[in-house]
C-alpha cells in the first residue's frame, strides 16, 4: 500500500473548485432556473468546465426548488482533485443543499427539492439521491452513450431504476438536454482525460 500515512485519518473534507467558488456569488443572485431546460443547460455547462479544469469527471448537479426553480446548491465531480472516489457530483450537490438547510432530510418541512444531473446517476448516486430526501430528479439521459463516449461505469442500476424512484415518491424526468449531455461526454472520450474508477487507476 504504496504512499499511506503512518497515523490513521480522522475526517475529510471535499471543496468545490476554485473556479466554481468564484462563480456561486454570480449563481445565486441569477434568478431562478423556471425552465428544465435552463436547469439542464447549467449542469451541461458546469459538466464541461469540470472536465477540462481537470478536477475530475464530465459531471455536474444542481439542487433546486422544484416549483420556482432557485438555487439551492451546485456540485460536480472531483474524485480526482480530492483524491477520494466517492465525492460524485451528485454527492456535492446533496451534500452542499444539506449543509445549506442544516438539515439531512431535503424534504423535511414540507420542502420539494429537485436534484439536476446531466446524465443518470451511478449506482452510488443513485443510493444518495435516494436516501437525501428530494422529491424530484431530473437527468439528461440515460443509456450507452456514456459508457460508449467517456468509459465510465455506471454500475449494476437496477432495471426499473425509475420506477423505483416513483414508488418512494420521487419524480423522474428523463430527456431534456440530452444532446447537449452527449456533445460533452464526446468532447471528453476524444480528449486524453483520466477516467478514474478503480480497474482504470492502475493503468494511468
Ligand atoms: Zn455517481
Do not use: K
Not at 172 to 195: I, K, N, P
Amino acid at each position: 500500500m504504496g504512499g499511506m500515512d503512518v497515523e490513521l485519518a480522522s475526517a475529510f473534507t471535499a471543496s468545490l473548485p476554485p473556479w466554481l467558488v468564484d462563480e456561486l456569488p454570480a449563481l445565486a443572485e441569477a434568478p431562478p432556473l423556471a425552465a428544465a431546460e435552463e436547469r439542464v443547460r447549467l449542469v451541461n455547462r458546469l459538466a464541461d468546465w469540470n472536465w477540462r479544469a481537470g478536477n475530475g469527471g464530465p459531471f455536474a448537479a444542481i439542487v433546486v426548488d422544484a416549483a420556482s426553480g432557485a438555487l439551492v446548491s451546485v456540485g460536480v465531480n472531483v474524485v480526482l482533485s480530492t483524491n477520494l472516489s466517492s465525492v460524485h457530483a451528485e454527492v456535492m450537490a446533496l451534500s452542499l443543499a444539506q449543509r445549506r438547510l442544516g438539515h439531512w432530510d431535503l424534504g423535511a418541512h414540507g420542502a420539494d427539492l429537485e436534484l439536476v444531473v446531466n446524465w443518470r446517476p451511478c449506482v452510488m448516486c443513485y443510493g444518495a439521491t435516494m436516501w437525501s430526501g428530494v422529491r424530484a430528479l431530473t437527468v439528461a439521459g440515460e443509456g450507452a452513450e456514456l459508457e460508449e463516449l467517456t468509459g465510465f461505469d455506471e454500475g449494476p442500476m437496477p432495471e426499473d431504476w425509475s420506477g423505483e424512484f416513483e414508488r418512494r415518491g420521487i419524480r423522474v424526468s428523463v430527456g431534456v438536454g440530452h444532446d447537449d449531455a452527449v456533445e460533452v461526454f464526446r468532447a471528453y472520450g476524444a480528449s486524453d482525460a483520466v477516467v478514474y474508477n478503480a480497474r482504470g487507476a492502475s493503468e494511468g
